[in-house]
Every structure is written in C-alpha cells, then in structure tokens.
C-alpha cells in the first residue's frame, strides 16, 4: 500500500485523515489528491510505491525548513521523470502530494516511508535519491541546518554506510550555511613574536 493510500483513503473507506475533514482544506485539494492516486493506481503496485516513495523523500529534505519553493518543485518534478520514468504533467501531480504530506505529516511517517524506499530500491537508486536530496536543499544556494539534519536522518534511515554519505556532503561542501558563514568571517592576520 503506497504513503498516498494511507494518508487519503479512496471513495469508500470509512475514516479520513482529519487534515481531509471538512474545513481542513478545499475540495480542489481533496478532489486533486484522488487524481494523483488514480494516477499512481495505474502504474504497477511495485512501480507505485516505488514512485510515492522517491517523491516524499525528496520532498521531506526539500521541505525541511516548512517551506518548498516553486524552484524546489521543478526539480523535484524533472528528478521523477529522469528517474522514475513519470510523465511531467504525473510527475507534477505526485510531487504536489509529495509536498503536501510532508510539510503535515512528518515523525514516525518520515521514518516509515524512508525505509519503505530503501526496501525497494538499490544502493544505486537510494545514493540517486540522497543526491536529490542535496540538491534540492541547495536549489537556493545554501543548505541550512534544519536541511542537512534531515538530509542525515534520510542517510541513516536508507541505511547508507558513513563514507558514501561523507562523499556526497564533499561534494555539497561549499553549499553548506556553516561552511558560507565561515568563509565570509574576515580573516584575521596572524600575531608574530612581539
């Protein structure tokens, strides 16, 4: 069962989510969000949960300051069609759901859905996902700290040994708030003997 039938039930079920109650949001959003599970519901199960997986990864670090910019959403659109195989016009649909989940949901969800993705893809397919995951905390140039946080928690919960992370933080290295905010102090001419 994909995160997007767990979160938004379809016509039938007998309890909804109280983010889906009335009030809670328009009936564009709730009426958009079945669209995006007849989309997914058409791929292959496997394919699906695979789709919905990769997107609320990349959603959860692009979102880990509360905020994802339209600049994050593009990208995190192109990443599913380069890598999933998604259309554009699916692949906005599912990352809008991937958005919205994860900016209201998140906790034990995070963890869940993360070590779902690493059951069913391959070391390649979760390093991909984890560079995705630098990428779109540095669409603007610079990972904060809330970012890089979850960015090690994604490492952690795909089950990735220390040195491939370390290789892929080396590689954002420069992109990093700290490391900016160092590198902009003014250096201080070193003392001699007086």
Known sequence: MS???RFFPTEGASTKP???MPGAGSVAEVEMVRAIIARL????????RFVACAAYVIARAASADMHVSDDASRYME???VEQTGLDAAEAALVVETAKLQALSTGGTDDYLVTR????VSTTEQRLD?????FDVAAIDGSIDAAASFTIDEIALELDLEPPELAKLRGEFADRFSAVQAMRSQPSTPAKGPA
């Open 129 to 133: 996902i984890l560079r995705a995951c």
């Open 78 to 80: 192109q990443v599913l």
């Open 3 to 5: 995160f997007l039938r």
């Open 18 to 20: 109280s983010h889906l």
């Open 41 to 48: 519901d058409n791929l292959p199960p496997d394919r699906a």
């Open 116 to 119: 779902e993705f690493r059951d």
